[in-house]
């Protein structure tokens, strides 16, 4: 049995945010917006580093009620990713902004700008898509993992 492939390429970056795309055995999910890079991890502003991260589900939390209320047809859990090296609570969720995100992976469907500042439209429709197909795979037991990768040195 293959395991599946699950990529964030990072491929576009400003002084705010950077922009990737979320991949499943090479095929496209849905874009994503981070926090920009630092050499030195401003807490609340730094995107994680690449590497390959266990995606997890958590059944507890803050994030993890609001979306138990929000989206009650969905199971149950939100996905967070496990041993990022100096960070806690990396999760993917839906936010459009820079603004909505702490470390976290952000996803939607369409990237565009606004005022000048790039951010992600349609990101309810992208997380409910991509949440459905990560717990459809984390339901077989299998070891599941994301490698992040910039294309943007």
């Known amino acids: 049995m293959n395991l599946p492939?699950?990529?964030l390429k990072r491929f576009f970056y400003t002084d705010d945010v950077t922009i990737g795309g979320?991949?499943?055995d090479g095929e496209f999910q849905c874009?994503?917006?981070?926090d920009t890079y630092h050499q030195d991890k401003i807490k609340g502003s730094t995107r994680i580093p690449a590497g390959t991260y266990a995606i997890k589900r958590a059944?507890?939390?803050r994030k993890y009620t609001q979306y138990?209320?929000?989206f009650p047809e969905l199971p149950p859990g939100v996905l967070y990713l496990d041993n990022v090296p100096n960070f806690t609570g990396i999760m993917i969720h839906i936010g459009n902004f820079a603004r909505d995100t702490s470390g976290c992976i952000l996803v939607g469907l369409n990237v565009m700008s606004k005022r000048n500042t790039l951010m992600l439209n349609r990101s309810t429709p992208a997380y409910k898509d991509l949440y459905l197909k990560i717990v459809g795979m984390?339901?077989?037991d299998i070891f599941l993992?994301?490698?992040v990768i910039d294309e943007d040195d």
Request: charged content about 30%; cysteine-free; hydrophobic content about 50%.
């Open 5 to 7: 492939r699950v990529v």
């Open 22 to 24: 979320v991949f499943i």
């Open 31 to 34: 874009f994503t917006l981070e």
């Open 59 to 61: 059944f507890a939390g």
């Open 68 to 70: 138990r209320k929000r």
């Open 138 to 140: 984390l339901k077989t």
């Open 145 to 147: 993992s994301i490698e």
